[in-house]
T-cell receptor, first 114, second 112 residues
Framework: DVKVTQSSRYLVKRTGEKVFLECVQD?????MFWYRQDPGLGLRLIYF???????EKGDIPEGYSVSREKKERFSLILESASTNQTSMYLC?????????????FGSGTRLTVV | GESVGLHLPTLSVQEGDNSIINCAYS??????FIWYKQESGKGPQFIID?????DKRQGQRVTVLLNKTVKHLSLQIAATQPGDSAVYFC???????????FGKGTRLHILP
């Protein structure tokens, strides 16, 4: 059963901490994406990657960075966590032309910054 | 600019009835449209998609309709069941890249 795995379901971090959210997919997908999901705002794209060591900014990249050293792993980094980064974070992967195949999402990481 | 939105944030439907979830989009260059279902505690799950050169596509109990003239997308669920209770997102994608832009979601509530 193919899947996208996010390392943590729930995280609580302190303001100013450096936070790593990990995502691993076992489908040999080229494309990987990080979204955050907030009530009333839907899913907003933070960063995405079409290949190893490649990254592109999404719609809300401020306060975040990413790393893709291996094809199967895409990490989201909060350099200095702030309370406004409390959210549900969703990782997704796809083959090219996601409009045809759609994304496969992980189950999400609910991050609370206190 | 690019945006995808939904007309109703919450839709309540009697079990067994048909559900229709609507979506408006603003980018006429979008080439692919997708519906996702998100159940509580899970990530969004692909339901069905449609290309811009089509106006209707059917799946198992679901039909997606696309009206490019008024930039409107809808998802029809036949004989709604309790397991259909979820948040439904429409999304659009441009032909030249793989970014998907999501709408804000509609919660489908099934009445017994």
């Amino acid at each position: 059963d193919v899947k996208v795995t996010q390392s943590s379901r729930y995280l609580v971090k302190r303001t100013g901490e450096k936070v790593f959210l990990e995502c691993v997919q076992d489908m040999d997908h080229e494309n990987m994406f990080w979204y955050r999901q907030d009530p009333g705002l839907g899913l907003r794209l933070i960063y995405f990657s079409y290949d190893v060591k490649m990254k592109e900014k999404g719609d809300i990249p401020e306060g975040y960075s990413v790393s893709r050293e291996k094809k199967e792993r895409f990490s989201l980094i909060l350099e200095s966590a702030s309370t406004n980064q409390t959210s549900m974070y969703l990782c997704a992967s796809s083959f090219p032309r996601a409009g045809i195949y759609g994304y496969t999402f992980g189950s999400g990481t609910r991050l609370t910054v206190v | 600019g690019e945006s995808v939105g939904l007309h109703l944030p919450t839709l309540s439907v009697q079990e067994g009835d048909n559900s229709i979830i609507n979506c408006a989009y603003s980018n006429s260059a979008s080439d692919y449209f997708i519906w996702y279902k998100q159940e509580s505690g899970k990530g969004p799950q692909f339901i069905i998609d449609i290309r811009s050169n089509m106006d209707k596509r059917q799946g198992q109990r679901v039909t997606v309709l696309l009206n490019k003239t008024v930039k409107h997308l809808s998802l029809q669920i036949a004989a709604t069941q309790p397991g259909d209770s979820a948040v439904y997102f429409c999304a659009e994608s441009l032909n030249r890249d793989d970014k998907i832009i999501f709408g804000k979601g509609t919660r489908l509530h099934i009445l017994p």
